[in-house]
C-alpha cells in the first residue's frame, strides 16, 4: 500500500465536502477518482497534496502521515493541477531546469532527464519556446514532464485533459497510460469523465462529499 485515506472529514461553514472517506491505493497502481463537480474530488485533491488539512482522519503515504512528514512526501509526489502553473515567460527547457534545481538535481542529472523526456513526450522541437505561446496540448504534455522530472514515486493529475481538443486529450491519455505500464508509476487521476476510467485498476467515486464506490474499473463500468 503507497497511499491509505482514512475516515477523511472536511467542512466549510455549513458545506460537507467531504464525509468519512475512506480508501487504500496499491504501489504501481492506475487509479482513477470520479465525481461530477461539487463531488468532493478538488478537496480530496487539495489535501493529498498538503495544501489542505482535514477535520478529522488522516493520510498516510509511503507508510508516513502526510500532516508530519508533508515535506519529505512532496519531494516524492509528481503533481498537476487542472490550471497551468508553469512560468509562461520561460522556454520549456528554462522551466524544466528550474523545477530541476527545486528539486536538488545535478547539472548532468537534469539534462540527461531533460533529454529523454522531451523526446518522450514529443516536445523537443519545441525546447526554446515560450510556454505562453504552446498550444494547449504542448503546455500539459510540459506539465506531465515537469511534474516527473524528479522520478516521483506517485503523480496526482487534476482533470489533465480539461479543455484540450479531442486529438490532444487522446495523447495525453496514452501518455498517462504509458508511464504507469511501462514505469510503473503510481497514478492518480482525478476527473469528471467516465471515459477516462478506460484504462485505470482502480476507481474511485465520490458524490456529495460521500465515497459511492471503490472498486475495479471493470465492475464500475459495468454497473455505471
Do not use: C, W
Not at 128 to 144: D, M, V
Not at 148 to 163: F, V, W, Y
Not at 195 to 209: A, H, R, S, W
Amino acid at each position: 500500500m503507497i497511499l491509505e485515506v482514512k475516515n477523511i472529514n472536511k467542512s466549510y461553514s455549513n458545506l460537507k465536502a467531504l464525509d468519512s472517506v475512506s480508501f487504500s491505493i496499491d504501489e504501481g497502481q492506475y487509479v482513477a477518482i470520479i465525481g461530477p463537480n461539487g463531488s468532493g474530488k478538488s478537496t480530496l485533491m487539495q489535501i493529498l497534496t498538503g495544501l489542505f488539512l482535514p477535520d478529522s482522519g488522516e493520510v498516510n503515504i509511503f507508510n508516513l502521515g502526510l500532516k508530519k512528514n508533508l515535506t519529505f512526501i512532496l519531494s516524492k509526489m509528481g503533481i498537476v493541477f487542472q490550471q497551468p502553473t508553469m512560468d509562461g515567460e520561460l522556454s520549456i527547457y528554462a522551466n524544466l531546469k528550474f523545477h530541476s534545481q527545486l528539486h536538488g538535481m545535478s547539472h548532468s542529472l537534469a539534462n540527461s532527464r531533460i533529454k529523454e523526456l522531451v523526446e518522450k513526450f514529443e516536445l523537443k522541437e519545441h525546447l526554446t519556446k515560450q510556454a505562453k505561446n504552446l498550444s494547449g496540448g504542448l503546455k500539459r504534455r510540459l506539465e506531465i514532464v515537469r511534474s516527473i522530472l524528479h522520478n516521483p514515486k506517485i503523480l496526482i493529475l487534476d482533470e489533465a485533459t480539461s479543455g484540450l481538443d479531442p486529438e490532444s486529450r487522446k495523447n495525453i491519455l496514452t501518455y498517462i497510460t504509458d508511464l504507469n505500464k511501462n514505469e510503473k508509476l503510481t497514478i492518480i487521476s482525478i476527473t469528471h469523465l467516465k471515459d477516462e476510467t478506460l484504462d485505470v485498476d482502480q476507481v474511485i467515486m465520490l458524490k456529495n462529499g460521500k465515497l459511492v464506490f471503490n472498486d475495479t474499473k471493470d465492475n464500475f463500468l459495468e454497473n455505471n
